[in-house]
């Protein structure tokens, strides 16, 4: 169980416990397209555009839409249900109807313990939710982290989650904005074991969990933690098992994932940010973490590839002074609270 791992691993170095992640990456076919939609139907504040890429705040987190065909990436099919991209909202109902309106359709809808979720799909099949918690999820330690980034970038009502950085004006309903100020707290990456992926992401990475939980499937064994949490700063990373058997919405239509897909895992990639890049690299590899790209230094600074064997991949990035500059890094400069 969690608890006995982190026994037996308590004197490992916890790497990047404290490089926080400060861009998800999303890739996406056509650029103008998937604006269109983040912009215009989501309601994401824009913090710098190019011919390349999008960037947008999504609260502690930067959302970066790069162009897949620069990269290398193939996005495989019209649903990729390998991760799950979780905005939270103070009503679950009233955003929803409000981005319907906007042109965004929901799939799936799931009322259980932790609180209401509904997902979607964005044009290029990444999969995203919406988050309202409830009372029962609020006590748990991953709450505290949700709290600390809806009173820090917040805006709507204080109702369940806690009073919100900005409340909304009078005649103001929590939807005109779309997603702007509902930010994103939640990436769920699926796997295909938890154990292994406890491994990977607390024993290799140095990853600090917080929460290791039993997953939405009543069907699994009750002792088996489907659903770990890491603090990486401004937001939760978690993975989260692929179940044993179905879990169906409140429709009943199939809820969950029943497998990885390993073309689908490499089109969402997490950004950390690091100093000593080097040494970081060095110290991953020593602990078994493959890379796919050595650090490379370019104007932007030095950054650096590697890859879960899910096919799950993430960035280090070490900004130069002169990125720290643009639009984008000076956002960076306040989520790293530099």
């Known amino acids: 169980m969690l608890t006995e791992i982190k026994k037996e691993t308590a004197g490992i170095e916890d790497i990047l416990a404290e490089s926080p992640l400060v861009y998800l990456i999303l890739y996406v076919n056509d650029l103008a397209e998937s ?19 999008a960037k947008y705040d999504a609260g502690k987190v930067v959302l970066v839409l790069n162009r897949a065909a620069d990269y290398g990436v193939e996005l495989v099919g019209r649903r990729d249900d390998s991760s799950d991209v979780v905005f939270m909202v103070d009503d679950i109902n009233a955003m929803r109807e409000a981005l ?3 042109g965004v359709t929901f799939v799936r809808r799931r009322t259980y313990e932790i609180g209401l979720v509904t997902d979607f799909y964005d044009p290029n099949g990444h999969r995203l939710m919406i988050y309202q918690p409830s009372e029962v999820a609020l006590p748990r330690p991953s709450a505290d982290k949700i709290r600390e980034v809806w009173k820090e970038y917040g805006r709507g009502a204080s109702e369940p989650i806690g009073p919100a950085a900005i409340p909304l004006k009078e005649g103001e ?3 005109d904005r779309g997603l702007d100020g509902k930010p994103l707290v939640y990436l769920f990456m699926f796997v295909p074991t938890s154990d ?19 997953c939405c499937n009543p069907a699994c064994p009750p002792e088996e933690r489907g659903v770990v949490k890491y603090d990486v700063g401004g937001m939760l990373l978690s993975t989260h098992h692929v179940h044993k058997t179905p879990v169906v919405d409140d429709f009943g239509r199939i809820y969950s994932p029943k497998e990885v897909n390993s073309q689908h895992t490499r089109t969402i990639v997490p950004v950390f940010h690091v100093t000593k890049i080097n040494d970081v690299v060095e110290k991953l590899k020593s602990n078994g973490v493959e890379f796919t790209l050595d650090v490379v230094n370019s104007e932007i600074g030095n950054i650096a590839k590697f890859e879960a064997e899910t096919g799950h991949s993430f960035y280090l990035y070490e900004p130069s002074i002169g990125a720290l500059r643009w639009p984008t890094g000076k956002r960076l400069k306040e989520l790293i609270g530099a």
């Open 35 to 53: 604006r269109d939609f983040y912009e215009n139907k989501l309601g994401l504040k824009v913090i710098e555009v190019d011919e390349e890429s």
């Open 100 to 102: 319907e309106a906007r």
């Open 173 to 175: 309903t929590t939807g």
């Open 196 to 214: 292994e992926a406890l491994d990977y992401y607390h024993n290799r990475l140095g990853l600090n969990n917080i929460e290791g939980v039993h």
